[in-house]
């Protein structure tokens, strides 16, 4: 599976003109469009790894994020799950979200492995999934990545923001567990959300074959009725200037860490000062010797 499969009939030219970073794209598709993907009746399989030639291996997902609602109905997050209680939480009506399931299956690390090419920039890929009861809530957040959702079974109504809840977004934002004070505090910072209320909103139904596509800072939830749903979520993180730069920084503190990474809790207030002024002359002297070059050279030379 490629990443043009998954934006057929959208050719990638024009999502990458009209969309990419910009507008959210519903792509309908045939009820068969991911029949190569491993199927929910599958998952508990993939999850436990490959016992093979006496070597088991691949079983990475131990943990999973269950969502559920309480009695009172407030939204319940457990962030990580064991595996012995994923049965348990399901049946009792948790969504589950499962981390990179690619690792181990082919159709889905060619996936990873075709979107890991689309830029000579270093870019990280992954795929998750989730697993959804019938009658399900999910909380109101964005992602500061772009994100694909891919109905793989069942559907799943979601509504989403017209507008981003910020742009380029540096972090995700779980909307429900913020308050006005931390926002408050970000924007005299210069860094300034909008809250769901003030972002517009669309009601979608992705059906089996369906694509969803947001870009980053897009507000969304997501709800089952019904029918439970099965989706895998391809994202891509964002690969910026920002992501070269903290190289060439973390760069910087290997070769001073013994300064750079000294516990100066004990450092009289005199003595600290004259010290940051030292350091901040070899981080001065570092940045200005860095070129455009340098840093393209960083991120291209990064491990994927
Ligand atoms: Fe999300």
């Known amino acids: 599976v490629t990443f043009d499969d998954i934006l057929r009939p959208i050719e990638r030219e024009s999502f990458f003109l009209n969309h990419w970073a910009r507008t959210p794209l519903l792509i309908k598709g045939l009820a068969e469009k991911f029949s190569s993907f491993p199927s929910s009746e599958a998952l508990p399989g993939l999850l436990a790894g490959i016992l093979k030639n006496g070597k088991w291996s691949d079983s990475i997902n131990l943990f999973a994020e269950a969502t559920g609602v309480s009695r009172s ?37 060619s996936l990873v492995s075709d979107c890991d090419a689309l830029s000579d920039r270093k870019a990280s890929a992954i795929v998750t999934s989730y697993l959804t009861p019938p009658h399900c809530n999910g909380y109101v957040h964005y992602d500061y990545q772009h994100v694909f959702f891919l109905q793989v079974e069942g559907s799943k109504f979601w509504r989403i923001s017209e507008r981003p809840g910020i742009e380029c977004p540096i972090e995700n934002l779980a909307y429900g567990s913020i308050s006005q004070a931390f926002l408050n505090g970000l924007r005299q910072k210069g860094y ?38 099965f989706h895998y979520t391809l994202t891509l993180e964002s690969s910026t200037f920002w992501d070269s730069v903290k190289i060439a920084f973390r760069n910087e503190l290997l070769k001073n860490h013994a300064e750079f990474n000294r516990d100066l809790r004990t450092m009289p207030l005199e003595e600290r000062l004259e010290f940051y002024s030292c350091q901040l002359e070899t981080l001065r002297a570092a940045l200005n010797a860095l070129t455009p070059g340098d840093l393209e050279a960083l991120i291209r030379n990064a491990s994927r």
């Open 192 to 229: 300034e959300i909008s809250i769901p209320s003030d972002s517009g909103s669309l009601d979608l139904l992705l059906e089996q074959g369906d694509v969803l596509y947001l870009p980053p800072g897009y507000y969304h939830v997501a709800h089952t009725r019904e029918k439970y749903s």
């Open 73 to 109: 109905g407030e939204i319940i997050r457990l962030k990580s799950v064991p595996f012995s209680m994923y049965s348990q939480l399901y049946n009792a009506g948790f969504s589950l979200c499962f981390r990179d399931v690619s690792i181990g299956n082919k159709v889905l690390e």
